[in-house]
């Protein structure tokens, strides 16, 4: 069957990586969650205490960073890998959430990740979400979808997943970190998040996850009847 290009964008906690995740088991596709990169680069930033201010040691920092996905054999999704250690679950942390915006806004670290995040789909059946998949990294991607939903909900869905991890926690928290990184994500001079103008608008605010599911399944079958390749 031919393969195609599916990216997803949107604002945070639009839940993106849920059906990005669902929709690359479905069809057989490696899943690339491009927030995962910025946010295992920010975690090595404030291990070894970069100044992000500073360059020159961003540029030496990055020469340091390896990025990897491996598949974890029991949940069958991918994980993110920093220097060889699985770094999964620590780049959730509000630590991290707190100063990922800051960190992904900067022009060398973009160049960085989205020179690996093309290379990943050198040979298509991928689908990628973050915030500039669809307008930077894979332009000629030939599905491209923006997700949204209104923000009351978004910040109940992230506080539900976060509280589980963390009960002390408070949803004050949680909503100011959420409107923060929209607000820097969408504002920064470096590819802001925007949806691309060949876009499908997804809000899910009234879908369940089956119905959106369906939605871009049916989308992503007319494109790949449509394909040439
Ligand atoms: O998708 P996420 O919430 O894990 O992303 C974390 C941060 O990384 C988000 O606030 C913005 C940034 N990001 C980005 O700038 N570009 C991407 N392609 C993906 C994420």
């Avoid at 669902?22 to 969650?33: E, F, R, T, W």
């Avoid at 996905?69 to 060889?84: A, C, D, H, I, M």
């Avoid at 630590?95 to 915006?101: G, H, I, L, R």
């Avoid at 670290?109 to 298509?124: E, I, L, N, S, T």
Wanted: charged share 30%; hydrophobic share 40%.
């Amino acid at each position: 069957m031919k393969k195609i290009i599916v990216t997803i964008d949107g604002w945070s906690s639009t839940g993106k990586s849920t059906l990005a995740k669902q929709l690359a088991k479905a069809l057989g596709y490696i899943y690339v969650d491009s927030g995962a990169m910025y946010r295992a680069i920010t975690l090595y930033f404030l291990r070894n205490h970069v100044d992000w201010t500073d360059r020159q040691g961003v540029k030496k920092a990055l020469k340091q960073i390896n990025i990897e996905f491996q598949k974890n054999p029991k949940t069958e999704t991918s994980e993110v890998y920093l220097n060889g250690e699985n770094v999964e679950y620590v780049i959730r942390d509000l630590v991290v959430a707190e100063k990922v915006s800051e960190i992904a806004a900067i022009r060398d670290v973009r160049d960085f990740a989205v020179a690996q995040q093309r290379k990943m789909g050198d040979h298509k059946g991928i689908i990628m979400d973050g915030r500039d998949i669809g307008t930077v990294v894979f332009p000629r991607a030939e599905l491209k979808i923006f997700m949204t939903a209104d923000s009351s909900v978004r910040v109940e869905r992230r506080f539900k997943e976060m509280f589980e991890k963390n009960p002390n926690i408070t949803i004050e928290e949680v909503k100011a970190n959420l409107e923060m990184r929209d607000f820097i994500d969408s504002h920064r001079e470096a590819s802001p998040l925007r949806p691309a103008k060949d876009s499908v608008c997804l809000d899910n605010t009234n879908l369940t996850q089956r119905q959106q599911f369906q939605k871009a399944m049916d989308w992503i079958q007319k494109k790949i009847s449509a394909s040439k390749y």
